[in-house]
């Protein structure tokens, strides 16, 4: 039993920032990575931004220098700072946790998404 909530999106002007959070709970054995989608209308969903358990992180090219991921370990949490945002960055964001779970194998599990709306 694993679950992912997220929070944090939202609407803002272009050039400012939002803070996305993930909080996993559950049944988790071992985290192998955390990381944010996004889906924009008309597209696929894409790799933002991850985490590793041993803090690797790797970013899309095009948020490179303007989005930074990060965890807090104790509070299986990870965020995702989003600064200089662009009309581009809009679409539904989602977290994704690559986990060991009780009674289970290692599994990819998705929260609900996040909307996060970039205006001009």
């Known amino acids: 039993q694993v679950q992912l909530v997220e929070s944090g999106g939202g609407l803002v002007q272009a050039g400012g920032s939002l803070r996305l959070s993930c909080a996993a709970s559950?049944?988790?054995?071992?985290?192998?990575?955390m990381g944010w989608y996004r889906q924009a209308p008309g597209k696929q969903r894409e790799l933002v931004a991850a985490?590793?358990?041993?803090?690797?992180?790797n970013y899309a090219d095009s948020v490179k220098g303007r989005f930074t991921i990060s965890r807090d370990s104790a509070k299986n949490t990870v965020y995702l700072q989003m600064n200089s945002l662009k009309p581009e960055d809009t679409g539904v964001y989602y977290c994704?946790?690559?986990?060991?779970?009780?009674?289970?194998?290692?599994?990819?599990?998705w929260g609900q998404g996040t909307q996060v709306t970039v205006s001009s």
């Open positions: 985490i590793t358990s041993g803090a690797s992180t």
């Open positions: 559950g049944s988790i054995i071992s985290i192998r990575a």
């Open positions: 994704q946790l690559q986990a060991l779970a009780v009674g289970g194998s290692w599994s990819g599990y």
